[in-house]
């Protein structure tokens, strides 16, 4: 046991390394770095947890780190993360896995040996049957979908919303789905097109589906609205469980730090590498997971599907001296 009032970062890594490897995750807020947010980076209080993170991660001497944020940041702000964490990123559009087109950066220490390959889903392999349409279309561009670069195909507008252009598109089932966001704010969710004048928005089960998470994932008696936030929020969990399988086979994960944590999609990933990837001995049998995380209504999907998961509060009040009092290790 070391003393946790007078840490030595020597003795810590000594430590950590007798009790096997650790995994650190961090998927830091977007909206300060987004091309569809105020793009302020750190300058955003919530741009400014970035910080905390890697605070944290150089106390933690992490055998294997992943972060995670959108494509379409500033070239000044990759250039800071990349200084930041000491790797340069790689990119990777979930189009490849899934049906949504979701452009993400990847800072990682893992093994990369290539984008996953494509499958091909398109919206048509995700969704429902027999859900009500929503509401009418007030314009359809052609009567053949035509691909846009990223797979999309914008069909039409709606005719009974109000607000930004954006959220009125209206697309066709031969295409992908635009990003999912926190979809919150009001009609934000994807809309897809029912027949030559109905459009209905995609469930939550559907947005579940496009981050290729395990379908109920978030339906735990809490709001659709509170799903669809939370998935928006999240990984695209394949593209995690690609990346996870380049950690070299002779590795045994002990300990996982999972900050901005949301539901645990990390969590899924890292048992979607070892059972649909081929890394059965990825976690260790005994294996903990500790997440970051503030919203409650994703801390209650967490603990629904991974009751073992030790949640440690905001990231502002987690540190290396908490770490050890807590023993959490």
Known sequence: MI???????????????????????AGFPCPSFSGAGNRLGTDDPRGKLLHNAVALHNKLHPDWFLYENVASMKQ????????????EPIEINSNLVSAQNRARLY?????????PQDRDVM???????NVDPYGEMDEVFTKEPKLSRDG???????????GHDAIKRIYHESGKSPTLTTMSGGHREPKVMVNSKKWRKLTPLECERLQTLPDGYTDKNISNSQRYKMI??????????????????????????SLFDGCSMGQVALHRAMYSFGKQDLLASDYKYFSSEIDKWAMKVTQANWNATVQMGNIKDVSLYKIIKERWY
């Not at 007078?6 to 650190?24: H, V, Y």
């Not at 919206?123 to 049957?129: G, S, V, Y």
């Not at 999309?152 to 109000?162: P, Q, R, V, Y």
Request: a negative charge.
């Open 76 to 87: 000044e702000h990759k250039d800071m993360i990349s200084e930041l964490i000491g790797v």
């Open 3 to 25: 003393d946790c009032r007078n840490i030595d970062p020597g003795e810590w890594r000594g430590f950590s390394r007798k009790k096997g490897d650790t995994l650190l995750m």
């Open 152 to 162: 999309l195909c914008h069909i039409g507008n709606a005719s009974n919303i109000k």
């Open 232 to 257: 928006g929020n999240g990984y695209t969990v394949d593209v995690i469980a690609h990346i996870l399988s380049g950690i070299p086979d002779d590795t045994t994960i002990q300990r996982v730090y």
């Open 107 to 115: 800072w990682t220490n893992i093994p990369y040996h290539g984008p």
């Open 123 to 129: 919206l048509k392999h995700i969704l429902e049957t």
